[in-house]
């Protein structure tokens, strides 16, 4: 695997699995030299948060959703055994609220509707977006902001719209789907140990 020690951001000629792999390694090579104090005060302000009597909400689309709800779930599950629980909710799992919301408002507003009704001053909203640009993410957020939250956003390279509604802007610098979702993956580990570390056990 000597390749796997190229240059951050090479891939290995030809494709496949092994490209892939080194290509994903020089994008988090490169988040992590220009984004780990971002990474680390957005761990903060979640860490402190949590203390005040505050809860995460987090949402996304598609894989997007997925990793919202698997971040939710360490956060409330523990990564380690020995930690009191963190308050963190998917808003991408209620089914029947998703589509009375899509439905009878807009699909725009399925996100946003629910922080308006489940957030409080305080809170925070964890965007994912690949694009930066999901209308119904940039709305939730956009809420989240006029009603006081702390928003974090883990986008694509830039940021999108998202970039100047996130008060802690995790974008990875790529503009490929599949490593941008990996990255994120990363990155909400990496959030989930620092707030285990932060908050400490029982």
């Known amino acids: 695997m000597d390749k796997l020690k190229r240059k951050t951001g090479a891939a290995a000629p030809g494709g496949g699995p092994e490209a892939a792999v080194v ?3 020089g994008v988090l090579g490169g988040f992590l030299r ?3 104090g971002v990474l680390e005060a957005a761990a903060g302000a979640i860490a402190a948060s949590v203390r005040a009597g505050g809860k995460v909400l987090v949402f996304g689309n598609g894989g997007s959703a997925a990793e919202a709800q698997h971040f939710a779930a360490e956060l409330v599950n523990g990564m380690r055994r020995d930690r009191r629980p963190i308050p963190a909710i ?3 799992t209620d089914t029947s609220c998703l589509t009375a919301v ?3 408002r807009s699909f725009p507003e399925v996100f946003s509707r629910q922080v308006e009704a489940l957030g409080r001053p305080g809170d925070v909203a964890l965007a994912l977006t690949t694009s930066g640009a999901s209308p119904n993410v940039v709305r939730a957020l956009k809420t989240a902001r006029a009603k006081g939250l702390v928003t974090v956003g883990l986008t694509g390279e830039g940021g999108g719209a998202v ?3 996130a008060n802690y802007l995790l974008d990875v610098p790529s503009r490929s789907t599949p490593r941008i979702q990996e990255a994120h993956l990363v990155i909400l580990h990496l959030l989930a140990e620092r707030l285990e570390q932060g908050l ?3």
């Open 102 to 104: 899509g439905n009878d």
């Open 200 to 202: 400490g056990a029982r």
């Open 34 to 36: 220009t984004r780990s």
């Open 23 to 25: 290509e994903l390694a």
């Open 90 to 92: 998917a808003l991408t």
């Open 163 to 165: 970039a100047p509604l």
